[in-house]
């Protein structure tokens, strides 16, 4: 069995991250930017939290010998309880996976006016291929496409940065507090727990191949400071270009702002990134099912998940992301409790 070394595993980890809300900006404005400087505050916070979350999951599974996502919950044998958890996690995966879908659909819609379902749908066929051919395709996706997203994202970002903040940045908060947004440090929290349960099911099988303890540390670190270099450049951004924020994509219309070829660029980035996300995600359920049951051909589940997918895109990617991100969110706020007594729990019995 090969080790995954620190750099691909910190590109594995920020590719489950960088998604179509990353990227896009939708999901940094809804849970960070529309509070302010606080939000600022929260998102940095968040960021280092990320990868002290990624390095928790994966050292229970690395502890505890168990390397399906639901045990790193259910630490102990107990076949019900695991399998609510199981569902719970693979119910919040699929979730994301029709968020990436429907961002999909959007982006084209937005950038070309073609009718969302046509993309959607060819999305979903590439994404259930990938998916079903396991853990070590989507490693080489994610080792291949990391570095590219993280220097285009990066470098279109600061240039809108410079090119739209001549007049200033505008950094007013516009959130209005809710049940699912009623302060910056809630948003925080909730981003860091749908974000690790989104990675969680590539994460935990991958501590199986991970040789030492430094290994998950260094590779959550850079996967972290990946995901801390995009998304800050990104906050700049949309503060210099707050127009942006009507899109449902505001970085795509922020780059198309820069000229239509960049456009065209982050468009193409942006799709990158959704796929990584969406593979994620949908890999991450079809090698958990294969797990826990006997039919091994992952084709069998990524297809048809990836229809059920495609027909519930037609909710709309914001909306979408309003009411999913933060409601498992909450959720996955246990999730991380559980595991963090879990992680002394095995290393007082070790």
């Not at 969110?329 to 019995?349: D, E, H, P, W």
Request: aromatic share 12%; charged share 5%.
């Amino acid at each position: 069995m090969a080790y995954i070394t620190p750099l691909r595993l910190g590109f594995m980890m920020a590719g489950c991250v960088l998604g179509a809300g990353f990227v896009s900006g939708q999901e940094l404005y809804q849970f960070f930017s529309s509070y302010g400087p606080l939000g600022i505050v929260g998102f940095i916070a968040a960021m280092l939290l990320l990868g002290l979350a990624g390095v928790l999951i994966m050292r229970v599974a690395q502890i505890g010998g168990i390397f399906e996502m639901d045990g790193v919950i259910v630490t102990e044998n107990r076949p019900f309880l695991r399998f609510l958890v199981g569902a719970v996690e693979s119910l919040m995966l699929f979730g994301i996976y029709i968020i990436m879908v429907a961002g999909v659909g959007s982006m084209t819609e937005q950038l070309f006016g073609i009718p969302p379902y046509i993309a959607a749908g060819i999305f979903c066929l590439v994404a259930a291929v990938l998916s079903a051919n396991g853990i070590a395709a989507l490693s080489r996706f994610f080792s291949l496409c990391v570095p590219i997203l993280t220097v285009v994202a990066l470098g279109i970002a600061l240039t809108g940065a410079v090119r739209f903040g001549g007049d200033g940045f505008s950094l007013a908060p516009t959130n209005v507090p809710s049940f699912f947004f009623p302060h910056f440090s809630v948003s925080a929290v909730l981003y860091v727990s749908y974000s690790i349960l989104g990675a969680i099911g590539i994460l935990v099988p991958v501590a199986a191949r991970t040789e030492h303890k430094k290994t998950v540390w260094l590779g959550m670190a850079i996967g972290a400071g990946l995901l801390t270099l995009v998304g800050g450049s990104i906050l700049l951004a949309l503060a210099a270009y707050p127009e942006a924020l009507s899109a449902s994509l505001p970085m795509l219309a922020l780059a198309s702002a820069l000229g239509a070829p960049v456009g065209y660029i982050y468009a193409v980035l942006l799709l990158l990134a959704m796929l990584g996300a969406a593979l994620s995600c949908l890999g991450g359920v079809c090698v958990y099912l294969k797990q826990r049951l006997p039919v091994q051909n992952g084709y069998l589940y990524a297809l048809p998940l990836s229809l059920l997918a495609f027909l519930s895109s037609f909710f709309g990617f914001g909306n979408l992301i309003s009411v999913i991100y933060p409601f498992f969110g909450y959720l996955g706020t246990v999730a991380i409790v559980i595991v963090l007594i879990n992680y002394f729990r095995l290393k007082k019995g070790k």
